[in-house]
């Protein structure tokens, strides 16, 4: 299979990077010559690694011990926070500016219990603001991928280890601390080329000369100046930056070694001591918390408002679950194949550069690349979706290859030889062994990307007429327009299907899977 | 016949000559120290790992340039025999289609198998349902339906009991009397090679021995063989 998966990954590959690349090097054609960078642009390079830093290596953290709640626990309604901690990842950035705005904004609770208890007001607006959405976006990111860790582990490790009288801290260093060294340097990574090209949260939270990022600056420079030279320039920043990370990604990922199990249920002997159960309740109860209240604050304000939002509003929401669901099926197209190709090599190096390519260009100057392309043949406005579509997909292509590729590499070691032994090969070999083995990813990978693309606004602001407005461009003109009550009803339209559709897809993935 | 002429494989740092010649329809044991390369010698045939020298011929037809599902072998590793998301049907039904695509005539062949080898009224579970013997014998079934005339046998059955393990090997014996198969069985148990095999092939020391009549080998065991059987 993996073989067999070369050419089609090599396709995959040549798409993303005539996107990634590509995209980059019409905007570099278009810019004459390269201005130096001011003493502006250094700030906003030292702020964007700061902040990036800062919010990886806080929501990897704040991730363990939720991830290892969740892996040792059954308890009602552990399905639907699973499914909830997926929520803030694929929340539309405005919306979720908003929640967390009505929580720790000026006039916010947080705030107005500081002063009911005399302290003074702290500002969202800044460094900590910043961090604080990043790690409200990345830490349930973290915490399902690390989840998905834990869960690779067999259940007969656990056995094992019970049958060892081996309690937890012995597992823990055993069989936790292991997995976590393999699971983690990924996961920090990952979050922080996130957070390198995250551009919304620091347009609305940051801003000024000391909250600046690249990215905001790249907006800045096209949208206020139309200074496509120093855009230019500090895209290439942002590629060199993001190249490097990409790099430290791909040495950070390792493998587990844990074998295959039998797909037995996991059990666990060794968390049965009180303390142990008050600390996991503790970590879930405060996750849940910090990630559910400023939901709540929306669907307070927003949820009355839907029933009379105006009909622009329903036709832009159908025109993105279009979208969405394209660019889930794209998904499959652009990152299976790339997973399995770099699942059958102990290199995987360029497989894995091309997958985590995305990371690397920000939709933003993806998005203008296009429009320089694309201007000569095609009116903007009637390429909007298409374009959306695709680019949404490759936005969304290192996140469902990075689910994909650990368990692409376990059914390849366990199963590779069983397969080639019986001549399973091509289509056959995808059908019985990879996509039954790899359900559970994939429905994660499908559902991520069409919430992803559900809630974009990058690349359709820069295309769209009045007639190919989706959702979050609806949302983002009502709030424009000051409408505040209509975008919030939207907001939770848009939060709601987002969430449904990823809702579907990981169900899908989930449902009777019996891998 | 199976010919192994002058070969060499690698794995890692590990090289393992091999220079012999098994007789069709004949079952022979493959016992060795534990490292010396039983494994690599079975991998090397079924085709996993690359020749870097020699050749390997059945019935005169080199076999360098076949796939290992395209090889005329049959396979059984020490573990992952099975496929844990298939039924057992499933499973045994790869052995006549690798895409699953069975006939009616297809379905009624597996079922035989499965009563062939006591497992009637199982075809609807999953491997984590059964018994480590009865995932021995849905392996076997399938080894049954392939019908292949070379039988590689990597140690399936170390984790069953002694009881299970001689019903197991009788039954590799019956299979291999049905179909007309030639056997290869690594074994770490000289009992096994007594068992079902007249000639036995000696791994040690990085070189696979020509098959010997496994009594005189066993009884007489040269000094690298003693150490291992310690006796």
């Given at each position: 299979m993996?073989?067999r998966?070369?050419?089609?990954?090599?396709?995959?590959?040549?798409?993303?990077?005539a996107?990634t690349l590509?995209?980059?090097a019409?905007?570099?054609?278009?810019?004459s010559?390269?201005?130096e960078?001011?003493p502006a642009d250094?700030?906003?390079?030292?702020f964007?690694?700061l902040?990036?830093?800062?919010s990886?290596?806080?929501s990897?953290?704040?991730?363990?011990?939720v991830?290892?709640?969740?892996?040792?626990?059954?308890f009602p309604?552990?399905g639907?926070?699973?499914?909830?901690?997926?929520?803030p990842?694929i929340?539309?950035?405005?919306v979720?500016?908003?929640?967390?705005?009505a929580v720790?904004?000026?006039?916010?609770?947080f705030?107005?219990?500081?002063?009911?208890l005399?302290?003074?007001?702290?500002?969202?607006?800044?460094?900590?603001g910043?961090?604080?959405?990043?790690v409200?976006?990345n830490l349930p990111l973290?915490?399902r991928?690390?989840l998905?860790?834990?869960l690779?582990?067999?259940?007969?490790r656990?056995?094992l280890?019970a049958?060892l009288?081996?309690?937890p801290?012995?597992i823990?260093?055993?069989?936790?601390?292991?997995?976590?060294?393999?699971?983690l340097?990924g996961?920090?990574?990952?979050?922080?080329?996130i957070c390198?090209t995250?551009f919304?949260v620091?347009?609305?939270l940051g801003?000024?000369p000391?909250?600046?990022?690249?990215?905001?600056?790249?907006?800045?420079a096209?949208?206020?100046?139309f200074?496509l030279?120093?855009?230019?320039?500090?895209?290439?920043?942002q590629f060199?930056?993001c190249?490097?990370?990409?790099?430290?990604?791909g040495?950070?990922?390792?493998?587990?070694?844990?074998?295959a199990g039998?797909d037995?249920?996991v059990e666990?002997?060794d968390?049965?001591?009180?303390?142990?159960k008050v600390q996991?309740?503790?970590?879930?109860?405060?996750?849940?918390?910090?990630l559910l209240l400023?939901?709540?604050a929306l669907?307070?304000?927003?949820?009355?408002?839907?029933?009379t939002l105006p009909?622009?509003?329903?036709?832009?929401?159908?025109?993105?679950?279009?979208?969405a669901?394209?660019?889930?099926?794209?998904?499959?197209v652009l990152?299976?194949?790339?997973?399995l190709?770099a699942?059958?090599?102990?290199?995987?190096?360029?497989w894995?550069i091309?997958a985590?390519l995305?990371?690397t260009a920000?939709?933003?100057?993806?998005?203008?690349g296009?429009?320089?392309?694309?201007?000569?043949?095609?009116?903007?406005g009637?390429?909007?979706?298409?374009?959306?579509?695709?680019?949404?997909?490759?936005?969304?292509?290192?996140?469902?290859?990075?689910?994909l590729?650990p368990p692409?590499r376990?059914?390849e070691?366990?199963?590779?030889r069983?397969?080639?032994?019986l001549g399973?090969t091509g289509l056959a070999?995808?059908?019985l062994?990879?996509?039954?083995r790899?359900?559970?990813?994939?429905g994660f990978a499908?559902?991520?990307?069409a919430?992803?693309?559900?809630?974009?606004?990058?690349v359709?602001?820069?295309?769209?007429?009045?007639?190919?407005?989706?959702?979050?461009l609806q949302l983002?003109?009502?709030?424009?327009?000051y409408?505040m009550?209509?975008?919030?009803?939207?907001?939770v339209l848009?939060?709601?299907?987002?969430?449904?559709?990823?809702?579907?897809?990981?169900r899908?993935?989930?449902v009777?899977?019996r891998? | 016949?199976?010919?192994?002429?002058n070969?060499?494989?690698?794995?890692?740092?590990f090289?393992?000559t091999?220079?012999?010649a098994v007789?069709?329809?004949?079952?022979?044991?493959v016992?060795g120290?534990?490292?010396?390369g039983?494994?690599?010698l079975l991998?090397?045939?079924?085709g996993?790992?690359p020749?870097?020298?020699?050749?390997?011929?059945?019935e005169?037809?080199?076999l360098?340039?076949?796939?290992?599902?395209?090889?005329?072998?049959?396979?059984?590793?020490?573990?992952q025999?099975?496929?844990?998301?298939?039924?057992i049907a499933?499973?045994i039904?790869?052995?006549?289609?690798?895409?699953?695509?069975?006939?009616?005539?297809?379905?009624?062949?597996?079922?035989?198998?499965?009563?062939?080898?006591g497992?009637?009224?199982l075809?609807?579970r999953?491997?984590?349902?059964?018994?480590g013997?009865q995932q021995s014998?849905?392996?076997l079934a399938?080894?049954l339906l392939?019908?292949?005339?070379l039988?590689l046998?990597?140690?399936p059955?170390?984790a069953?009991?002694?009881?299970l393990?001689?019903?197991?090997l009788?039954?590799?014996?019956?299979?291999?009397?049905?179909?007309?198969?030639?056997?290869?069985?690594?074994?770490?148990?000289?009992?096994d090679?007594?068992r079902i095999?007249?000639?036995?092939?000696?791994?040690?020391?990085?070189?696979?021995h020509?098959?010997?009549?496994?009594?005189?080998?066993l009884?007489?065991?040269?000094?690298?063989?003693r150490?291992?059987?310690g006796?």
């Open positions: 993996a073989r998966a070369q050419p089609i990954a090599a396709l995959s590959a040549a798409v993303v990077l996107l590509g995209t980059l019409a905007v570099f054609a278009r810019a010559g390269l201005p960078l001011g250094l700030a906003a390079l030292r964007t690694i902040q990036a830093t800062l990886a290596i806080l990897a953290a704040l991730a363990v011990p991830a290892r709640a969740l892996a040792r626990r059954r309604g552990r639907i926070l699973i499914t909830l901690l997926g929520a990842f929340l539309p950035v405005i979720a500016v908003l929640g967390l705005l720790f904004g000026r006039a916010g609770l705030n107005r219990g500081l002063e009911f005399g302290l003074p007001p702290v500002t969202i607006y800044g460094l900590q910043v961090v604080l959405a990043h409200f976006f973290a915490t991928l690390i998905q860790g834990w690779s582990i067999p259940a007969e656990f056995r280890a049958s009288s081996m309690g801290s012995e823990a260093r055993f069989l936790e601390r292991p997995m976590l060294r393999s699971v340097p996961t920090v990574t990952a979050i922080f080329l390198l995250s919304a620091a347009l609305t801003g000024g000391r909250a600046t990022t690249i990215e905001l600056a790249i907006y800045q096209f949208r206020f100046d200074d030279g120093r855009a230019a320039a500090l895209a290439s920043v060199v930056l190249l490097l990370a990409v790099l430290l990604a040495r950070a990922a390792r493998e587990t070694g844990f074998g039998l037995r249920q666990r002997w968390a049965g001591s009180v303390w142990l996991d309740a503790a970590a879930l109860i405060l996750v849940s918390i910090f400023p939901l709540g669907l307070e304000a927003g949820l009355p408002r839907l029933a009909a622009p509003v329903w036709e832009s929401a159908l025109r993105s679950l279009a979208v669901v394209s660019s889930a099926v794209l998904i499959l990152a299976l194949p790339l997973a190709a699942a059958g090599r102990r290199q995987a190096g360029l894995e091309s985590m995305p990371l920000s939709s933003l100057v993806t998005g203008t296009l429009f320089i392309l694309l201007r000569p043949f095609f009116a903007p009637d390429v909007a979706l298409p374009v959306t579509v695709l680019v949404n997909a490759a936005m969304a292509l290192p996140f469902a290859y990075r689910s590729l692409a376990d059914a070691t366990d199963f590779g069983l397969a080639e032994s399973m070999r995808l059908r062994v990879t996509l039954p790899l359900r559970r990813p994939l499908l559902g991520l990307t919430a992803l693309s559900m809630g974009d606004l990058g359709i602001a820069l295309f769209a007429g009045e007639e190919t407005a989706t959702l979050p983002y003109r009502l709030m424009g327009a409408r009550a209509d975008a919030a009803g939207a907001a848009l939060l709601g299907l987002s969430l449904a559709l990823f809702w579907v897809f990981d899908g993935g989930r009777n899977a891998a | 016949m199976l010919a192994l002429e070969i060499s494989v690698t794995w890692d740092d090289t393992l091999a220079d012999l007789e069709a329809g004949e079952t022979v044991a016992i120290p534990s490292g010396a039983k494994s690599t991998a090397a045939i079924a996993f790992l020749l870097v020298s020699g050749r390997i011929t059945w005169g037809r080199d360098s340039p076949l796939s290992p599902g395209d090889r005329p072998i049959s396979i059984l590793f020490q573990d025999n099975l496929f844990p998301h298939l039924t499933e499973n039904g790869l052995g006549l289609n690798p895409a699953l695509r069975l006939t009616a005539g297809d379905r009624a062949r597996v079922e035989q198998a499965l009563e062939r080898t497992l009637a009224g075809g609807h999953r491997p984590g349902q059964l018994s013997g014998r849905a392996a399938r080894v392939r019908a292949r005339p039988f046998l990597d140690e059955f170390s069953l009991g002694p009881a393990k001689a019903e197991m009788d039954l590799v014996a019956e299979i291999a009397a049905e179909t007309g198969a030639t056997v290869l069985m690594v074994s770490h148990d000289p009992g090679a007594r095999a007249a000639r036995t092939i000696l791994v040690e020391g990085g070189r696979a020509p098959p010997e009549p496994t009594g005189r080998l009884d007489h065991p040269p000094e690298s063989l150490a291992y059987l006796n």
